[in-house]
């Protein structure tokens, strides 16, 4: 339950920065507009983490070294959208990226890859998952 | 045309390898400390990159609102809720309610224009849009009671 209102609210949230990004971004420049997002939200999470005297950070050796460079990963995520996005319009793109992740995670998970115990899904499962992604792009075309 | 839709299809699976590796740093640090790092990351990348493409002319902002200072917030929603998410539910599990929740929420504010976006009329092909979308997930998250048979025809 708890994960399901997390998820949830994810998801609202993913929703709102990125009307938040797109403005900001017709105001001082996209490359600008992730940066400063992300560079406020590095100093308010830092500061967060500081006031509630987490030490976990020391862990972070623990942490295979890829692993830590996920964050970098927006900003690649980041030019393959805006270059799409010129190429192809929203609902492409927007469809294309969205089926690509579920699709990619199920894989990921399926095969055990990150050291997730590895997923088993039923046929009702997949047929679900067919349903999202005709869902998906009935949204957005 | 293809290029762009190669690229879509990159991206997408990018965010899933990110999601991954942002639920390893989950497991050894808190969800704050792994939110500082994601986004930390992401501005340092950002940065760079955005010098790469523009140069010296990336320094030249347009005029600043002070809102816009505040934005970082809605980041630190985004990677603390998705990491916990992920903790709790597992990878597929978390990002398909991830993403019915988020077409939602852009159905739902674009039909209303809310955040002064254009108003995007709420038609018929996106009601069955959001009712297939959520019967799938329905349907990707129903756990079958067989277990519960197979376990009173052994006893």
Redesign the interface.
Known sequence: M???I????????????????A??GE???T??A?????????????L??WL?G?R??R??K???L????????????????I??????GAA??VS???????????V??KMG????AS?HL?P??W??????????????? | ?I???V???????????????????S????S??T????????????????VL??GTE?FT?????PW????????????T??V??V?????????????????????W?DSLGW???ETVPFTF??A???????????????K?KKVQKVESSIL
């Open positions: 708890k994960g399901l997390y998820a949830c609210l994810g998801g609202a949230f993913l929703t709102l920065q990125g009307v938040a990004n403005v900001i105001h001082i420049g490359w600008q992730a940066t400063m997002t992300q560079g406020t939200g590095f100093v308010a999470a830092m967060l983490v509630v987490d976990s950070w862990n972070l623990q942490v295979k890829v692993y830590r460079f996920g964050g970098a990963f927006a900003a690649f995520i980041l030019f393959s959208n270059t799409a996005f010129h190429q192809n492409l793109t294309a990226v969205l089926i690509a992740q579920i699709t990619v995670t199920l990921m998970e890859w990150f050291g997730s997923l039923r009702s499962q047929i679900g998952v067919g349903f999202m992604v005709i869902g998906i792009l009935c949204l957005t075309f | 045309m290029i762009g839709i690229l879509a299809l990159a991206a997408g699976s990018l965010i899933s390898v990110q999601t991954m590796f942002n639920n390893k740093v497991e050894a640090v808190s704050q400390t939110t500082a790092l994601v986004l930390g990351m992401g501005f340092l990348a950002s940065l760079c990159m955005g493409f523009e990336y902002l347009g005029p600043i609102q816009f200072w505040f934005s970082g917030l809605l980041g630190i929603g985004v990677v809720c998705v916990r998410g903790k709790l539910l597992g990878p597929s599990n978390a990002i398909a309610i991830v993403m019915a929740s988020q077409l939602i929420c852009a159905l504010w955040f002064g976006l092909q996106k069955i849009g959001a009712i297939v979308l959520i019967s799938g997930l329905i349907l990707f998250k129903a079958p």
